[in-house]
Structures are given as structure tokens and as C-alpha cells.
């Protein structure tokens, strides 16, 4: 079994035991969601901490997500507990790259693959060795974003 969803398990345990409700509804729905993933398919799986790892990273997006919708809808109140909830999830993730790693990293792939000057045709090319470098460090939408302005000038 994975370390990570065994983690998960004896966190959610100390967290019903110590009264917390915010980390204990988020681990539970943390580890729902894994179950999820693990029973959808043809056949059911045992997820890689990898995989778990992948699970946390699209929980935590939707959460901030959601905190930004509630607070455009104008519930704060909402809002603050998606926040927390992604808080709780984000102790679980690896940390996250800000944004002069991504564009250093984002540079020296380039430079790597050779692709400065063939604008944005070399998009998919550099995403493909960008994607499982960055995989649960840092947000999908910012990596594409940076690719984008360093490929368009």
C-alpha cells in the first residue's frame, strides 16, 4: 500500500481523535476521492504514492478554485473554508515552485531541446518534458503560461 495514503489514514485517525473537523472532513474527503480513482475502470487498483500524489494535487486545485468562485459570489465564509481545506491538503503536497524556478526551469528546457526559435510550435514538445518535472510542485496552467510568453518572444 502507499506510504502517502497510509499517511492520510493515520492523520485522518489523530484528527477525529483530537476534535479537529476541518482536517478531519478534508482527509475524509481526501481519502474518498483516492478510493475513487482506485475502483474507476475496468478493473480496481492499489494507487502508487505517485498516483495518490496526483489526487491531492487536483483536490487542492479544486479547493482554490472554489475559494475564488465563492469569493467572486461574494461568500466569504465559504470561501475561508475551501481555503482551509487546501491549507490542509497542501501540507501533504511536495513544496510548491515559485515563480523564478518555474521560469529558470522553463528556460533551461528550452534551451535544452533546442526549440528557441520555433515559436509556439514547439508548445507540446516543451510541455512534454516540462509535465513530469513539475508533476504536484507546481500549477499546470502557470508552467503552460510561462512556456507561452518565453515561446511567443
Avoid at 17 to 36: C, E, F, H, P
Avoid at 78 to 84: D, G, P, V
Amino acid at each position: 500500500m502507499s506510504e502517502l495514503k497510509d499517511r492520510l489514514r493515520t492523520d485522518l485517525t489523530a484528527a477525529i481523535k483530537g476534535r479537529d473537523q476541518v482536517r478531519s472532513s478534508t482527509l475524509r474527503m481526501v481519502l474518498s476521492a483516492i478510493t475513487n480513482v482506485e475502483v474507476s475502470g475496468k478493473q480496481a487498483r492499489e494507487l502508487s504514492d505517485e498516483d495518490v500524489l496526483g489526487v491531492l494535487t487536483s483536490e487542492a486545485k479544486k479547493r482554490r478554485e472554489a475559494a475564488e468562485a465563492f469569493d467572486e459570489g461574494g461568500r466569504a465564509e465559504s470561501a475561508e473554508k475551501e481555503r482551509a481545506e487546501a491549507e490542509v491538503i497542501a501540507g501533504y503536497l511536495p513544496a510548491q515552485m515559485d515563480e523564478a524556478e518555474i521560469r529558470d526551469l522553463v528556460t533551461a528546457t528550452i534551451a535544452d531541446l533546442g526549440v528557441a526559435g520555433d515559436g509556439m510550435r514547439a508548445m507540446g514538445r516543451v510541455m512534454g518534458v516540462l509535465t513530469p518535472r513539475t508533476k504536484g510542485r507546481a500549477d499546470g496552467g502557470a508552467v503552460a503560461a510561462e512556456v507561452r510568453r518565453q515561446l511567443g518572444s
